[in-house]
C-alpha cells in the first residue's frame, strides 16, 4: 500500500485549543494524481494540505510524504512546494528573481539557473516576462509566476492552495485547463484544495469531499456524483432531487424499495448508501436522469405523470421543476433544449421518464 | 461646506497657525537687533551670529548624539514590538501594547518628573545617557505604531513560501521581511530622530549640566541681544524638520506600495 503512495495520511488529528480540526484522517494519494479536497469552508481542507507542507504540527497520527514520515521535518525540508492563495509572489523581486527563489541554495552554476527560470517560465506561458518587476503583474501572471516557482525546485508533489479563487469566471475556466495539461506535462503529484464543486470534478483524478474534518468520501469524481455515499455528499456536488422511499425487502443482490412517485422499484444492493436501518430512507436523483416523454417519444424503463410547477430557460438547457404524482415536493429535471421541440409550459402535464438504474438510496 | 464663514474660519485658523513660523526667516534676515517691524532691511549678520556661537555648537553635537541614539534604540524596540504584535499571539497582548503606546498620550512633564525622582533616588547623575532613556520612552510609541503598519501590510504567506522554497526563518527575515519593511524602519529612525531633536521638557529635567538644543534656544531668550541669531537657528530648523518629516512620509508610502498594500489612513 504504501508503495503506491505519494502521499499517506495515518489517523492524523489536529486540535487548535479545544477545536478539534482535523477529526482523524487516513488515506492515500497516488504518484502522479491530481487530488482534490473538496469542501464548505471551515472543514479543514486547507490545514490537511498545510500539514503536507509542514506549515501546521499535527496533534496526532503521521503524514508520509513518498514513503517517509514527515514528522520533525520543517516546511523547507520536505519534497513538496506549495502556490498560495494570494500567490505571495515577493514584491520587491522581478519575476526571474522570483520563479530563481528557491534556486539560491542550489549548487548549479548561474548560466544554469537562468535557464533553469527560462524553462519554467516558458512552461507557464511566460516567456519573456522575466525582467518584468512582480507587482506589475496581472492576476492570471502572478498565478503562472507561483506555478513556475513552485514547479522549478522539481517536487515530488506540488500544494496549490485555492489558486483560482482570485481570478473571474473566463481566466478561471482557462487557468483549470492549463493546469491539468501542465500536471500531465510535468507529471508531478497535485494536490489542490477547492470550494468549488465544479473546478474539483473538470480538474481532479480523485476527489477528497471533507465535512467538519473528516473526509465524507474520497473517490473519482465519476463515483462522487453517480454513487454519492451520503445525502450530504450528494447535495454538494451538484444537483440531487430527494424523494422518500421504504426498503420493502432485500435479499442478495437486489433490494426492492418502494419509492413515493416511482412506486415498487428493484435495485441492485451497490445503490444503497448507509447502514441497515429498515424505515425512513430516501431515494435521490440527478436532474438529468429523468426526461420529459413528448409526444411520439418512446418510453424509458419507466414513467410516471407529473405536473410541472416552475419553468426556467436557459438557453441550452430548460429547468422544470417538477411534481410527481403521489409525492409531496417538487424535483428538478433538466433537459438540452432541441431545434423544433417546444419548451413546456407552467401547470402543463407531463410524462416524466426515469430509469431505476440511476437512483441512490440513502438510509 | 462653501459657506463664507468656514471659509474665513479655515483661513484664519491657518494663519494663526503658520504666521509665526513665517516670521522666523523674516527677522532672521532682518538687519535690526529689535523683533519689531517695519524691516530694517536685508543682513545674513545674524547667521554668521550664531555660526560662530561655541556653545550653541557644543548643543548641537549633544542633541545629535542624543537624536541618533534615540532614533536607533526605538526603532529596534519597535521592530521588536510590531514584529510580535503582528505575528503571535500571546496572553494579554491588548494591555502590553496599550502601556507601550501610553507614553504617547501621557503628559512628558509627568514623564519627566517621575523619570527625574526616580533618577534621583537611585542616585543616578544626570547626564545625555538619562536624557537617551527619557526620549526612548517618549519615541519607542511612534516607532511602533509606524513599524506596525509596516509588518501588518506584508502577506504572511510571503514568510511561507520562501520557507517552502527553502529558506531558514533567519534567512527568510534577511531576505523577505526586512526588505519590505525598510521603508517602515528609515521612517521610525527619521521620525525618532526628530522628536528627540524637538523635545524641550525631558531634555530640561534629566538634562543636568549638559545643555541640548532646544534647552539652549530657550536660555537665550532671556538675552533679547541674542533673539535675532535664534531666528537665523530657527529657520534652518524649520527646513531641516520638513525636509526630515516629507522624507519619513515618502519612505512609509513607499513601504506600503511595495509590499501591495492600501494606505490606510497612515501615521501624518
Known amino acids: 500500500m504504501t508503495k503506491d503512495a505519494m502521499i499517506e495520511f495515518r489517523d492524523v488529528h489536529k486540535y487548535y485549543g479545544d477545536y478539534h480540526a482535523l477529526r482523524g484522517i487516513t488515506g492515500t494519494i497516488r504518484p502522479g494524481e491530481f487530488f482534490s479536497l473538496l469542501g464548505p469552508s471551515g472543514c479543514g481542507k486547507t490545514t490537511l494540505l498545510r500539514t503536507i507542507a509542514g506549515f501546521e504540527d499535527i496533534s496526532s497520527g503521521a503524514v508520509l510524504v513518498d514513503g517517509r514520515d514527515m514528522a520533525g521535518v520543517p516546511a523547507n525540508k520536505r519534497p513538496t512546494n506549495m502556490v498560495f492563495q494570494s500567490y505571495a509572489i515577493f514584491p520587491h523581486l522581478s519575476v526571474e528573481e522570483n520563479v530563481g527563489f528557491g534556486l539560491r541554495r542550489d549548487s548549479r552554476s548561474k548560466e544554469e539557473k537562468a535557464r533553469a527560470v527560462g524553462e519554467a517560465l516558458e512552461m507557464v506561458g511566460l516567456k519573456g516576462y522575466g525582467k518584468r518587476a512582480a507587482h506589475a503583474l496581472s492576476g492570471g501572471q502572478r498565478q503562472r509566476v507561483a506555478l513556475a516557482r513552485a514547479l522549478i525546485l522539481k517536487p515530488k508533489v506540488l500544494l496549490l492552495d485555492e489558486p483560482l479563487s482570485a481570478l473571474d469566471k473566463k481566466m478561471r475556466e482557462q487557468m483549470q485547463v492549463e493546469l491539468i495539461r501542465l500536471q500531465r506535462q510535468v507529471g508531478i503529484t497535485f494536490i489542490l484544495v477547492t470550494h468549488d464543486q465544479e473546478e474539483a470534478l473538470v480538474m481532479s483524478d480523485r476527489i477528497a469531499v471533507m465535512f467538519e474534518g473528516e473526509i465524507a468520501q474520497l473517490a473519482d469524481p465519476e463515483t462522487l456524483y453517480r454513487r454519492p455515499n451520503s445525502r450530504k455528499v450528494a447535495d454538494f456536488i451538484g444537483t440531487m432531487n430527494f424523494l422518500p422511499a421504504k426498503v420493502l425487502s432485500e435479499g442478495g443482490d437486489a433490494v426492492e424499495i418502494d419509492a413515493a412517485g416511482f412506486g415498487r422499484i428493484h435495485i441492485e444492493a451497490q445503490q444503497v448508501m448507509g447502514g441497515a436501518t429498515a424505515e425512513g430512507a430516501t431515494v435521490g436523483f440527478r436532474p438529468e436522469t429523468l426526461t420529459i416523454l413528448y409526444e411520439g417519444s418512446a418510453a424509458t424503463d419507466r414513467e410516471s405523470m407529473a405536473t410541472i410547477e416552475e419553468v426556467v430557460y436557459f438557453g441550452d438547457m430548460t429547468y422544470y421543476d417538477v411534481r410527481i404524482d403521489g409525492t409531496e415536493s417538487p424535483v428538478r429535471i433538466s433537459m438540452r433544449n432541441v431545434f423544433g421541440r417546444p419548451v413546456l409550459d407552467r401547470g402543463a402535464r407531463a410524462r416524466v421518464g426515469w430509469s431505476p438504474g440511476a437512483l441512490v438510496l440513502f438510509r | ?268
Open chain 2, 1 to 268: 461646506m462653501k459657506s463664507p464663514v468656514f471659509r474665513s474660519y479655515a483661513i484664519i485658523y491657518l494663519i494663526f497657525l503658520y504666521a509665526p513660523i513665517v516670521l522666523l526667516p523674516i527677522f532672521a534676515f532682518n538687519d535690526s537687533k529689535v523683533i519689531a517691524f517695519p524691516l530694517q532691511g536685508f543682513t545674513t549678520a545674524w547667521f554668521v551670529e550664531m555660526w560662530e556661537d561655541e556653545t550653541l555648537w557644543n548643543a548641537v553635537q549633544n542633541s545629535l548624539i542624543i537624536s541618533v541614539s534615540v532614533a536607533v534604540i526605538s526603532t529596534l524596540l519597535g521592530l521588536f514590538a510590531a514584529r510580535s504584535t503582528t505575528r503571535f499571539q500571546f496572553p494579554a497582548k491588548a494591555g502590553i501594547m496599550g502601556l507601550i503606546m501610553l507614553p504617547m498620550v501621557l503628559p512628558e512633564m509627568i514623564l519627566a518628573m517621575a523619570l527625574l525622582v526616580v533618577l534621583l533616588a537611585i542616585g543616578i547623575n544626570l547626564s545625555l545617557v538619562t536624557i537617551i532613556l527619557g526620549h526612548v520612552l517618549v519615541c519607542t510609541p511612534f516607532a511602533v505604531a509606524i513599524l506596525s503598519s509596516a509588518f501588518q501590510s506584508l502577506d504572511k504567506s510571503l514568510e511561507e513560501a520562501a520557507y517552502d522554497l527553502g529558506e531558514t526563518p533567519i534567512s527568510t527575515f534577511w531576505l523577505i521581511v526586512l526588505p519590505l519593511v525598510m521603508p517602515g524602519i528609515i521612517s521610525s529612525l527619521l521620525i525618532c530622530f526628530t522628536i528627540s531633536l524637538d523635545e524641550f521638557i525631558i531634555s530640561y529635567f534629566l538634562g543636568g549640566t549638559d545643555t541640548v538644543l532646544s534647552v539652549y534656544i530657550y536660555g537665550q531668550f532671556r538675552f533679547p541681544a541674542k533673539v535675532p541669531a535664534i531666528m537665523a537657528l530657527g529657520t534652518i530648523l524649520v527646513l531641516l524638520s520638513i525636509t526630515l518629516l516629507a522624507t519619513a512620509e515618502y519612505f512609509r508610502r513607499r513601504g506600503i506600495a511595495k509590499a501591495g498594500g492600501k494606505d490606510s489612513g497612515g501615521f501624518l
